[in-house]
């Protein structure tokens, strides 16, 4: 750590390159599917052969304009495919075809919500269609580099902000929202493992309160959240450090390694920045009709923060339970569902976001690989309405039921005998077995005002429960133990 | 505009093409009097009109997202210089 005696300002913004999950290649026939043997989904038109024409592929255009009307994004209704010209072996055809000046997407924002809670707008500058690389593999071939091609060609769009982030929580709240919106439209599986979601963040610094923006760098390829955090943060304390040691940031691409936390400079731009854009002669202008737009329009699903305010307005709950609950798709849906089997939102919202997120995490499993269904979990919230369980015991049920010990919480219940004890008579019962074996304590309650004895009854509540192994119901515990006490 | 060798040259560089001396001095003559042409065409006033994306007046077909391909990596690698264990073989790239 370092400490600054100047206040700086840090502005970030973000590339994304998002996968679209298309069943083929963007101009070409070619599957898309994961995890192929090396070049069995490369054609000839993926190759960039001699004699080969792309022919542009339906859906991803339905794709990314639907990410547009997600966004609140224009259309452009006439775009152009164009060449970026560069020279990489894992691009065959010695250019990418990318949009440049016509992108199908045009300007839209995206909302996040900040850590205190106010929202905060990010716009986009614009989003365009482009064909992906293939990979570079540079294990040893006797010297050699051995060139994948199976993911050349497949679409993706590319997703461009304005620098309207400011720290690295922000940088990333935005990315989980973009990720949200992209998988609630079906548009891609998110799966940031295998690269399905890539970020690139542009970082500069500038001493706070001053306009003009400092010199930015590029941090390429992160895919998880947590490592475009730690890059982000390492790359402002690095120009900061840089600046107040009398440096100057120069423009750069980095590259940063999440498994050691290490970055480092990959290659000046100002060299390299010639990619002689031009027209694609092999492509027309892509025309978009109004009936597609007007289709695409009323297929789209509900949207991540539409689906916050109906949980807001129509199941009560609070800005930042919806928040959080909206936030990412699996999570809406299991909560959702769980909600409904439970007849209880707010009791969803609170197992959802506690034992459920808590039990998760120390397991490392996302909620998609749950293995107590919503369902289930609704299943034992209404236990809980019922009365048949503590909301204490319903922890317990959940853990057997997280570890596969029953079906459901009525069987667990039933096996292991954790229905709880409501009639007066049995818990009376225990009641007075406690305060026999307690005198002393009894005679403390009866001698003491009422102002302390509130706090007294607790030490009778608390045996009683345990005497009863928990299962008494706390309520009526607390009733008849105040009658029979006086 | 005249273009220069270093032009010719880091154009040449950037499309990795090898030419020798005198198709250099060749290409910068030959570049030089193209760009002469367009400098008559950048003198004709083009305002209010739309730039061209593609000389041909039509509009771009496209196909149903359906797999029409099949494997042919044997072909197309039996064109290759060099493969080994399906992937391609480049000289090595160092980043």
Same mark, same amino acid.
């Given at each position: 750590m370092f400490t600054s005696t100047m206040q700086w300002e840090a502005v970030i913004g973000l590339e994304i390159h998002v996968q679209l999950s298309t069943k083929t290649k963007i101009f070409s026939g070619a599957s898309t599917a994961f995890g192929a043997e090396a070049n069995t989904q490369a054609c000839a038109i993926d190759l960039g052969l001699p004699g080969t024409l792309p022919v542009v592929n339906d859906e991803a255009i339905n794709m990314a304009i639907k990410f547009g009307l997600g966004i609140d994004a224009e259309i452009n209704k006439v775009n152009v495919f164009e060449r970026k010209n560069y020279f990489y072996p894992d691009l065959p055809k010695g250019y990418q075809t990318t949009q440049l000046e016509k992108p199908i997407v045009g300007a839209g924002h995206v909302d996040i919500m900040l850590d205190d809670k106010s929202t905060h707008r990010v716009r986009i500058h614009h989003a365009h269609l482009e064909e992906d690389a293939g990979k570079s593999l540079h294990e040893d071939f006797a010297g050699m580099s051995g060139i994948d091609l199976n993911r050349a060609g497949t679409p993706l769009i590319e997703i461009v902000t304005e620098p309207d982030m400011r720290n690295a929580r922000q940088a990333v709240a935005f990315a989980r929202k973009l990720h949200s919106i992209v998988t609630t439209l079906g548009i891609? @599986?998110?799966?940031?493992?295998?690269?399905?979601m890539r970020f690139d963040v542009n970082v500069s610094v500038r001493p706070q309160g001053q306009e003009e923006l400092g010199t930015r760098t590029e941090t390429k390829n992160l895919n998880s959240f947590k490592f475009m955090e730690r890059a982000i943060n390492k790359e402002i304390e690095r120009q900061i450090e840089l600046i107040e040691d009398g440096g100057t940031v120069i423009q750069e691409t980095r590259l940063y390694n999440g498994d050691t936390d290490v970055a480092r400079s990959m290659r000046s731009k100002e060299e390299a920045n010639d990619y002689r854009y031009f027209?694609?002669?092999d492509l027309l202008p892509v025309v978009i009709e109004d009936s597609r737009l007007e289709k695409l329009r009323a297929e789209m699903p509900e949207m991540p923060e539409a689906r916050k305010a109906r949980f807001i307005n129509e199941l009560g709950l609070s800005d930042y339970d919806a928040d959080v609950l909206s936030g990412e798709l699996a999570t809406a849906d299991y909560f959702e569902a769980a909600a409904k089997a439970g007849g209880d939102a707010k009791l969803a919202a609170n197992w959802v976001m506690g034992e459920l997120a808590k039990t998760l995490n120390q397991n490392d499993l996302d909620i998609s690989s749950c293995p107590v269904s919503a369902e289930v979990l609704g299943?034992?919230? #209404?236990?809980?309405? @019922?009365?048949?369980?503590?909301?204490?015991? #319903?922890?317990?049920?959940?853990e057997a039921l997280w570890k596969g010990e029953g079906a459901n919480a009525d069987e667990v219940i039933q096996a292991k005998g954790l229905k709880q004890v409501t009639d007066t008579g049995a818990i009376e019962a225990i009641i007075d077995d406690v305060l026999a074996a307690n005198p002393k304590q009894v005679e403390q309650y009866q001698a003491a005002d009422e102002a302390k004895?509130?706090?007294?009854?607790?030490?009778? /509540?608390?045996q009683t429960m345990k005497a009863s192994k928990g299962k008494a119901n706390p309520g009526m515990v607390n009733q008849l133990l105040k009658k029979k006490l006086g | 505009?005249?273009? @220069?060798r270093s032009t010719v040259e880091s154009v040449a560089h950037l499309a990795r093409l090898s030419i020798s001396e005198d198709e250099v001095r060749q290409t910068t003559e030959q570049i030089t009097s193209i760009m002469g042409l367009i400098d008559e065409m950048q003198a004709v006033d083009t305002h209010g /009109?739309?730039?061209?994306a593609h000389p041909l007046d039509a509009v771009q077909r496209l196909r149903a997202d359906e797999v029409t391909e099949t494997n042919q990596r044997e072909n197309l690698q039996a064109n290759a210089p060099a493969a080994e264990e399906g992937l391609f073989l480049v000289p090595r790239v160092i980043e």
């Amino acid at each position: 750590m370092f400490t600054s005696t100047m206040q700086w300002e840090a502005v970030i913004g973000l590339e994304i390159h998002v996968q679209l999950s298309t069943k083929t290649k963007i101009f070409s026939g070619a599957s898309t599917a994961f995890g192929a043997e090396a070049n069995t989904q490369a054609c000839a038109i993926d190759l960039g052969l001699p004699g080969t024409l792309p022919v542009v592929n339906d859906e991803a255009i339905n794709m990314a304009i639907k990410f547009g009307l997600g966004i609140d994004a224009e259309i452009n209704k006439v775009n152009v495919f164009e060449r970026k010209n560069y020279f990489y072996p894992d691009l065959p055809k010695g250019y990418q075809t990318t949009q440049l000046e016509k992108p199908i997407v045009g300007a839209g924002h995206v909302d996040i919500m900040l850590d205190d809670k106010s929202t905060h707008r990010v716009r986009i500058h614009h989003a365009h269609l482009e064909e992906d690389a293939g990979k570079s593999l540079h294990e040893d071939f006797a010297g050699m580099s051995g060139i994948d091609l199976n993911r050349a060609g497949t679409p993706l769009i590319e997703i461009v902000t304005e620098p309207d982030m400011r720290n690295a929580r922000q940088a990333v709240a935005f990315a989980r929202k973009l990720h949200s919106i992209v998988t609630t439209l079906g548009i891609c @599986d998110g799966d940031m493992s295998q690269g399905s979601m890539r970020f690139d963040v542009n970082v500069s610094v500038r001493p706070q309160g001053q306009e003009e923006l400092g010199t930015r760098t590029e941090t390429k390829n992160l895919n998880s959240f947590k490592f475009m955090e730690r890059a982000i943060n390492k790359e402002i304390e690095r120009q900061i450090e840089l600046i107040e040691d009398g440096g100057t940031v120069i423009q750069e691409t980095r590259l940063y390694n999440g498994d050691t936390d290490v970055a480092r400079s990959m290659r000046s731009k100002e060299e390299a920045n010639d990619y002689r854009y031009f027209p694609c002669p092999d492509l027309l202008p892509v025309v978009i009709e109004d009936s597609r737009l007007e289709k695409l329009r009323a297929e789209m699903p509900e949207m991540p923060e539409a689906r916050k305010a109906r949980f807001i307005n129509e199941l009560g709950l609070s800005d930042y339970d919806a928040d959080v609950l909206s936030g990412e798709l699996a999570t809406a849906d299991y909560f959702e569902a769980a909600a409904k089997a439970g007849g209880d939102a707010k009791l969803a919202a609170n197992w959802v976001m506690g034992e459920l997120a808590k039990t998760l995490n120390q397991n490392d499993l996302d909620i998609s690989s749950c293995p107590v269904s919503a369902e289930v979990l609704g299943g034992l919230m #209404a236990r809980i309405k @019922d009365n048949t369980i503590s909301g204490k015991i #319903a922890k317990q049920v959940f853990e057997a039921l997280w570890k596969g010990e029953g079906a459901n919480a009525d069987e667990v219940i039933q096996a292991k005998g954790l229905k709880q004890v409501t009639d007066t008579g049995a818990i009376e019962a225990i009641i007075d077995d406690v305060l026999a074996a307690n005198p002393k304590q009894v005679e403390q309650y009866q001698a003491a005002d009422e102002a302390k004895r509130g706090k007294m009854v607790g030490f009778f /509540v608390g045996q009683t429960m345990k005497a009863s192994k928990g299962k008494a119901n706390p309520g009526m515990v607390n009733q008849l133990l105040k009658k029979k006490l006086g | 505009m005249a273009i @220069d060798r270093s032009t010719v040259e880091s154009v040449a560089h950037l499309a990795r093409l090898s030419i020798s001396e005198d198709e250099v001095r060749q290409t910068t003559e030959q570049i030089t009097s193209i760009m002469g042409l367009i400098d008559e065409m950048q003198a004709v006033d083009t305002h209010g /009109v739309e730039p061209l994306a593609h000389p041909l007046d039509a509009v771009q077909r496209l196909r149903a997202d359906e797999v029409t391909e099949t494997n042919q990596r044997e072909n197309l690698q039996a064109n290759a210089p060099a493969a080994e264990e399906g992937l391609f073989l480049v000289p090595r790239v160092i980043e």
